[in-house]
């Protein structure tokens, strides 16, 4: 099945700093891909939606400066935290939707982000 | 009224046991269903989209009933590698995450 990564897998910084998070679909091309939080036994929580070559869709009560988009690729969309606080703690997954793939989503294996 | 339902269990079953899980979504716009599954700290696995005709994959069964809205999922003779989250999938205009129902196997 279709392929999709994340990098890094887990990241720990201190408060204030920025994280980039990177998803990539391996083979296949992403026209849509997508952001999404898990806190500990809890859902997936949609955070954006993002299409290459256009700005991000961001789901209500996501803040769009905090939490940087950039699909700058059919198989590159990147997540940035930017002044992360202890409150962003959480696993951040991405999922890609290919062309031709119907409406099926591949996940990324999810980066477990840590602020300190 | 959340717009995907299930039950969150755990449901605690024997091994060799059969398990369904219902869920409910609330837009009837909507068109793409899917069951997936989740190993603790790990991402979401498509198991199974689901048919309005209903699918059938080895031991598990989904089905899609439009009129009440729900979709469901049915595991024959569990194993205890089944022990995980299913999440329900819904897709209209995005795509919605049931909150998942756990379900553990005991031997």
């Known amino acids: 099945g279709a392929v999709v990564s994340q990098h890094p897998s887990r990241v720990i910084c201190k408060s204030g700093t920025s994280v980039k998070i990177e998803c990539r679909s391996l083979d296949f091309q992403a026209t849509t891909m997508f952001w999404y939080r898990q806190f500990p036994k809890q859902s997936l929580m949609l955070m954006a939606t993002?299409?290459?070559?256009?700005?991000?869709?961001?789901e209500q009560g996501v803040e769009k400066d905090k939490f940087l988009i950039n699909h700058a690729s059919l198989t590159l969309s990147t997540l940035t935290v930017t002044s992360a606080h202890p409150e962003d703690s959480s696993f951040y997954i991405c999922s890609a939707r290919g062309i031709g793939l119907s409406d099926t989503q591949y996940f990324g294996p999810g980066t477990r982000l840590t602020v300190l | 009224r959340k717009e995907v339902e299930q039950d969150p269990g755990p449901f605690n079953v024997p091994e060799g046991a059969t398990v369904a899980f219902n869920c409910t979504y609330s837009n009837s716009a909507s068109q793409s269903f899917f069951w997936y599954r989740q190993d603790c700290r790990k991402e979401p696995k498509l198991l199974m989209s689901v048919y309005s005709s209903g699918n059938e994959d080895g031991r598990f069964t989904a089905q899609l009933n439009r009129a009440s809205q729900y979709i469901s999922l049915l595991i024959r003779d569990s194993k205890l590698s089944d022990s995980a989250t299913y999440l329900c999938?819904?897709?209209?205009?995005?795509?919605?995450f049931g909150s998942g129902t756990r379900l553990s196997i005991r031997p």
């Open positions: 993002s299409n290459e070559g256009s700005k991000a869709t961001y």
């Open positions: 999938v819904v897709w209209a205009s995005k795509i919605i």
